[in-house]
Every structure is written in structure tokens, then in C-alpha cells.
């Protein structure tokens, strides 16, 4: 068993949603590699829940534990509120809306239910890996390293394929990868996801766990494969994971707590001065920090004041769920070209902080954190200590990153919940939400 397990009370039902479960944690850095296009990339995981959501229908109940429950009433008040927004804002339209600037999926109303279905649906996925994790811990952290095992795999095989001058071979579904230039080399930064920032951040969140699992081999293999990723705000964020891991609390006797730590800072210090000595923290951390291009600290700045501008305006509630980016005309801080063409794409926050100030106001926000603190305080103790500093670099990271809906964030929490109450020894009887 893994830290904290305890047994649980009644044999294990290895059902047809087990399976579904365990399918959708180990596809959940597929969100662009093996999906299927059908007007938006039909995922594994979402297929797999959506099998899983029918299995609750049937018993019209979803299995979870109380503490996945009374996390999750905050977000089910969130999604309330943004259905409450969305439609008076579609009724009485704020000023400034702009539908038609740039292509989109499903226009205004589209775009927001949609946003509020998959908040939903990852709510759903939250619920389901709190229990699972509770009941079956082993198989659900199996099942998700061995997804981010094949995704560190794919993208080794694409740095490898770059550096020997080799056109890769791309999953499918994988057609257009997002790119980065450093030097002559073009490398291919978003492994299995649309983008380096959402795989770093998975890579982050799967190294936490890892190391909550003891497979450290695993945890460096993954922290190594965040390098791939040249996602500036993630190397942070691992900084920060593996300096609270090994500067927190550890289990043992005190000889062993002083190797573990010694031999783990030595270690970081290695990497550390091996990034340096390749160039590679001076052009991917530094340089895009405090270099002289500053095209891409310009353009994430405007976003992050356009937000706060939008949100200004509409202060308690914002403007709506996935409605940034038809306002951003509107209110846009700096009014030049930036490197995304206002007429082709929609825009973001690029700051989950930033997003939900703007599309949910101080309401939305604080829903949210309240949701954010309850898993937080219950990631407490030595056992749990690298969930909660996965939760740290996740908080860390929210500052760069595209939108809090992401499937494996919530997942991951889920896990956080899950461990926790098995930490705890409880046995919750009541299975219904």
C-alpha cells in the first residue's frame, strides 16, 4: 500500500465504473495527443467520465465522501452563479460586448454553457477521484503515473527527435503542436497537451504525488521531463515543490531525515548548476523574466489589466464564464498590436486569479477559494506533506496559467481529499451526493 492507506471496510466492488475511473486518470495528459476531433478535441478522460456519469444515473447516486461533498458545495454554488450571470447577461447585455472580433466555438451563450458543462464535468471528476482514491488508493496513483509515464515518454522521444534532426512522429490528434525556437533548434514544448504550460503543471502536480507514493525514481524522471516543457512559471513552481519537500516534515529517524535532505538539496544544486552551465535557465527562466524581448511580459501583462478592468466594471459578478475575451476589445489596457491577432483569436486571462475576478467577480473568487482552502487544510500532516506542496506550486503556478477548469487539477484534488481522509482512518457509510 501507499502512505497513508488504511483498510477499508467491505471488499472492493471492481465495477464497470472502477474501470471507467481508472481509464479516465490514466488519460488525463491526452488533451490533445489521441483525441478525436469532433468541433473540439473529444478527450479520453471526458469520454470515459461521460460512461461513468451514466453508471451514476443508473443508481441515481454519485459515489463520493463527505468531505468531496462539503468541498464541493462552493463550486456548486460557483456554477450557479455564473448560469445566473450568463443568462441576465444574455437577456440585458453589458456594453462593450463584442461577439464577431474573432472565431469562436458556439458565440456568448454557447461559450458560457459549454464552460459551465465542463466545470461541472470536472466537479463530477473531483468527486469521483476522492472516492476512488479513498476506497482503491493504489490503483487510481497507478493509473495515473502510468499516464504521465507515456506522456514523459512522448515528449523525451520529441526533444530526442529534434536534437537528431528527425521529423517526429505525432500521435494523432496532435497535428499542430505548440513550438518554441532556442538557438537553430525548433523544439516541440506541449508533449501530449495543446500547450507547455498545461503539461508542465501536469508534470508538477504528478511529481507531488509521486513523492506522496515514495517512487522517487518516478518524481525525478517527471521533474526532469518538465524541461521539455521551457514553461517558465512551472520550473518555479518545481523549485518550489522540491524545496518544501525536502526542507518539510519526513518520517524516520532523524539520521535518515538528515541524509534524505542533504542528499536532496545536493541534488537540486547539481541540476541547478547544469542548467546554468547549458544556458538553459538564462534563456527559459531569466531571459523571458527579465530579457530584452519583452513582447511576451508586455502581452501577459495587458491580459492580466484588461481583467482587472473588466472586472472594475462589473466588480460582484463579472461578466460571465468563458465571456473574457468578447469584452476584451472593450476594456483592453494597451491598445496596440500584440503578438495574438485580435481578429482571429479569442483571448484569455492567462491568470486563473485573473480570470474568475473578471467572469465571476469578488463572489466567484472567494467561492472558489473556499473550495481551494477546504482541500488545502485537509492536506495537512507529515504523511500528506508533498500533496500540500503540490498544492503550493499549483497555487504558484494559477499565476500563468490559461483557466482553472482543467481536468487533472481537479483530479488531483480529488486525490488530495481522498488521501486524506484515509490518513484519517474514516470510513464514510453515506455514498450519495
Not at 395 to 424: D, E, I, K
Amino acid at each position: 500500500m501507499t502512505a497513508g492507506t488504511v483498510a477499508y471496510a467491505g471488499p472492493l466492488r471492481w465495477g464497470v465504473r472502477r474501470v471507467l475511473v481508472l481509464l479516465a486518470i490514466a488519460g488525463l495528459p491526452f488533451t490533445l495527443a489521441l483525441t478525436i476531433d469532433v468541433k473540439f478535441p473529444l478527450k479520453i478522460y471526458e469520454l470515459a467520465l461521460a460512461l461513468a456519469a451514466l453508471t451514476c444515473l443508473a443508481q441515481l447516486r454519485i459515489p463520493t465522501i463527505l468531505a468531496a461533498r462539503r468541498a464541493a458545495l462552493p463550486v456548486v454554488a460557483l456554477l450557479c452563479l455564473a448560469l445566473l450571470v450568463l443568462l441576465i447577461h444574455t437577456w440585458f447585455p453589458p456594453s462593450g460586448l463584442q461577439a464577431s472580433a474573432f472565431e469562436s466555438r458556439y458565440g456568448p451563450l454557447g461559450d458560457g454553457i459549454a464552460k459551465i458543462l465542463y466545470v461541472g464535468l470536472a466537479l463530477f471528476g473531483f468527486l469521483l477521484a476522492a472516492w476512488h482514491s479513498f476506497r482503491d488508493e493504489d490503483a487510481v496513483i497507478r493509473a495515473w503515473l502510468v499516464g504521465a509515464w507515456a506522456a514523459s515518454a512522448y515528449a523525451w522521444y520529441l526533444l530526442a527527435s529534434t536534437v537528431a534532426g528527425v521529423e517526429p512522429v505525432l500521435l494523432p490528434g496532435a497535428t499542430d503542436p505548440q513550438r518554441i525556437g532556442l538557438g537553430n533548434l525548433v523544439f516541440i514544448r506541449s508533449g501530449t497537451f495543446e500547450e507547455g504550460n498545461y503539461f508542465g503543471l501536469f508534470l508538477v502536480l504528478s511529481t507531488a504525488l509521486a513523492l506522496y507514493a515514495r517512487r522517487r525514481g518516478t518524481a525525478l524522471v517527471l521533474s526532469a521531463t518538465v524541461l521539455t516543457t521551457f514553461s517558465t512559471v512551472n520550473l518555479l513552481a518545481l523549485a518550489v515543490l522540491w524545496t518544501l519537500v525536502l526542507l518539510g516534515p519526513l518520517s524516520g529517524g532523524i539520521q535518515r531525515r538528515i541524509l534524505y535532505k542533504t542528499g536532496g538539496l545536493a541534488i537540486v544544486a547539481v541540476v541547478g548548476a547544469v542548467l546554468v552551465s547549458t544556458g538553459y535557465l538564462q534563456s527559459v527562466v531569466l531571459g523571458k523574466l527579465t530579457g530584452a524581448d519583452v513582447g511576451s511580459r508586455l502581452e501577459r501583462l495587458n491580459q492580466a489589466l484588461t481583467g482587472l478592468q473588466i472586472f472594475l466594471a462589473h466588480p460582484l459578478a463579472g461578466v460571465g464564464l468563458s465571456q473574457y475575451g468578447y469584452y476584451y476589445d472593450r476594456y483592453q489596457f494597451v491598445s496596440v498590436a500584440l503578438p495574438i491577432d485580435p481578429v482571429l483569436a479569442k483571448h484569455i486571462a492567462n491568470n486563473v486569479y485573473i480570470e474568475l475576478l473578471s467572469e465571476l467577480g469578488l463572489v466567484g473568487l472567494l467561492l472558489f477559494a473556499v473550495f481551494l482552502i477546504q482541500v488545502y487544510r485537509r492536506s495537512g500532516g507529515p504523511i500528506l506533506w508533498p500533496l500540500r506542496c503540490g498544492l503550493i506550486a499549483m497555487l504558484l503556478a494559477f499565476n500563468a496559467f490559461p483557466t482553472f477548469s482543467v481536468m487533472f487539477v481537479w483530479a488531483f484534488l480529488g486525490l488530495v481529499v481522498g488521501a486524506s481522509a484515509r490518513a484519517g482512518g474514516r470510513v464514510v457509510p453515506a455514498e450519495t451526493a
